[in-house]
């Protein structure tokens, strides 16, 4: 029997491309995120930090794809890799649904929705001053919007695009 196309070792593992896509597209994703908040100095609410939750789990899961799609191993185990990313940014899309919806006001949000304010200062002579005048956000308050989308609505666009690379990838590995 004659070794397939898709047994040569020249040609990569079927799961490979949505494996990567999917992995570097979280990334990308909370890597946005995280710069915002360290960088742009906007401090998350509660669904925010809750909007991360499937990207911090999916991002390990996708490099156990890769790998898996990389050395080969049964096809099986990259399908079902990729499938869990995609079951994940579904979630994902679903928790910044939410988010949006509380911050256009279709639905009520968390009774509590505070984060701590990580802006507090460490100087326990302005710390006095802070707490009048630093106050954790409200997920009912966008804090950005950009083409007239919040952050929990761009998660909602990226979480949908990572959930058909990965269910995609799932069929077709």
């Not at 609410?45 to 898996?68: F, K």
């Not at 006095?128 to 609505?153: N, W, Y």
């Amino acid at each position: 029997m004659e070794p397939s196309l898709s047994d040569s070792p020249t040609q990569p593992a079927r799961g490979l491309l949505p494996s990567l896509l999917a992995t570097l597209g979280m990334t990308g994703t909370v890597g946005g995120a995280l710069a915002f908040e360290h960088i742009g100095g906007y401090i998350p609410c509660a669904l925010c930090l809750m909007q991360r939750t499937p990207y911090y789990w999916g991002i390990p899961i996708g490099i156990v794809a890769i790998a898996t799609s990389v050395f080969k191993l049964p096809a099986w185990t990259t399908r079902t890799l990729l499938l869990v990313i995609g079951i994940l940014m579904l979630v994902g899309a679903g928790l910044g649904i939410y988010h949006a919806g509380v911050e256009w006001h279709f639905w009520p949000g968390p009774a509590t929705c505070a984060t701590s304010a990580s802006g507090v200062s460490t100087n326990v002579g302005d710390l006095l001053g802070d707490l009048d005048s630093k106050h954790g956000p409200s997920c009912t308050d966008a804090a950005l919007r950009v083409l007239g989308l919040s952050f929990a609505g761009w998660n909602v666009i990226a979480s949908l695009i990572l959930a058909g690379i990965a269910l995609r990838g799932a069929a077709k590995a």
